[in-house]
């Protein structure tokens, strides 16, 4: 499977946006890059997902790197509800080896201050 | 509409007992996973099931766990005898189907307490 490489832990202020960070140097050209969080004591939630151009949707932004070995989920203004585990994953389409896939790997512990 | 089901929420069981796992997943999707979560950690893939059949489930324990997707829709997941390591949230997750472009929906989780 093709592996997806984040940083452990970022903080941030609440309102100030924040940069989250996916290095995916293996992907193929059939991968979606996907995006969940998981808050506490609740069961992981899809943010967004792209493929190759970024995406906007009402709870974040996803800018795809031009060779698509990096991208970066983006909380235009973090509150403390956002506090949760970011998760970047790859998954696959038909003839890729990420097919039908979800794999988690251990994720970006967000800390949002008051 | 209702997302993924998970029952029980919370379960405390002594070791060598059974305990079994329920999922309703969302009406018309195709794929459903188990997963399993340890304290601190990201969650590992059980079991995946394309409608009714199993079709990645080579990190199911199959000395202990077993898991049934009846007419591919709801779901259980099983474990007998449970040992003091299985204690773990277990997640049930769907999608509509296995494509790059769908997103997956997950359940809130069932909490297991071996002890």
């Known amino acids: 499977d093709a592996k997806t490489t984040q940083p452990n832990s970022m903080e941030s202020n609440e309102e100030e946006p924040v940069h989250l960070p996916c290095n995916h140097s293996?992907?193929?050209?059939?991968?979606?890059i996907h995006w969940y969080r998981q808050l506490p004591s609740q069961g992981p939630e899809y943010v967004i997902h792209?493929?190759?151009s970024n995406v906007n949707n009402r709870m974040a932004s996803l800018a795809i790197a031009e060779d698509r070995k990096s991208s970066t989920l983006i909380l235009h203004r973090a509150t403390l509800r956002d506090a949760a585990v970011y998760y970047c994953i790859l998954r696959g389409s038909a003839g890729g080896t990420s097919y039908g896939k979800l794999t988690f790997g251990q994720g970006t512990i967000l800390t949002v201050h008051p | 509409e209702a997302g993924v089901v998970q029952s029980p929420r919370y379960k405390i069981i002594e070791k060598k007992q059974p305990v079994a796992f329920w999922c309703n997943p969302i009406?018309?999707?195709?794929?459903l996973y188990w997963y399993r979560q340890n304290l601190g950690q990201g969650p590992e893939l059980l079991i995946r099931?394309?409608?009714?059949?199993?079709?990645?489930d080579s990190q199911l324990p199959k000395d202990r766990f077993s898991a049934e997707r009846l007419k591919g829709v709801d779901s259980t997941l099983k474990i007998q005898p449970a040992e003091l390591g299985d204690s773990a949230v277990y997640l049930c997750a769907s999608s509509l189907d296995r494509q790059g472009r769908t997103e997956a929906f997950f359940g809130q989780g069932t909490r297991l307490t071996v002890v």
């Open positions: 009406s018309g999707h195709n794929t």
């Open positions: 293996t992907i193929s050209g059939t991968d979606y």
């Open positions: 099931y394309e409608n009714e059949e199993a079709v990645d």
């Open positions: 792209g493929l190759t």
